[in-house]
């Protein structure tokens, strides 16, 4: 499976911003989807993730009550809606695929595919 993220940008802090993953193919192969983040000279930190079947969810408490992720199996696309939006969520978000145990969902290690990351600034 392949992985292709869009929907970044530049907002405003306050603002929203939906980004979208479309995997390709028929079946997503693995458990979860989830979006990791990255900012330079960080390591990518874990965002939130989805149970692909039966949709449970989980967050990081940084953007918890603030981000929400949810899919679309018909159309094998996974989003991030974010909202409330500040300077530092400002990073490359990345999506991914994979099958880790769910107790170990923040391990980006863990993870099997990739997508290529989109850009998502948030200026003061």
């Known amino acids: 499976v392949q992985l292709q993220a869009s929907g970044g940008g530049l907002v405003q802090a306050g603002g929203s911003l939906r980004l979208s993953c479309t995997a390709s193919?028929?079946?997503?192969?693995?458990?979860?989807m989830g979006w990791f983040r990255r900012t330079p000279g960080k390591e990518r930190e874990f965002v939130a993730t989805?149970?692909?079947?039966?949709?449970?969810?989980a967050y990081a408490d940084a953007v918890k009550d603030r981000f929400t992720i949810s899919r679309d199996k018909s159309e094998m696309t996974t989003y991030l809606q974010m909202n409330r939006l500040k300077p530092e969520d400002t990073a490359v978000y990345y999506c991914?695929?994979?099958?880790?145990?769910?107790?170990?969902?923040?391990?980006?290690?863990?993870?099997?595919?990739w997508g290529q990351g989109t850009q998502v600034t948030v200026s003061s």
């Open positions: 989805i149970r692909w079947n039966g949709g449970i969810t």
């Open positions: 991914a695929a994979g099958s880790p145990a769910w107790g170990s969902r923040e391990n980006s290690g863990l993870w099997r595919v």
């Open positions: 193919g028929r079946s997503l192969g693995y458990n979860l």
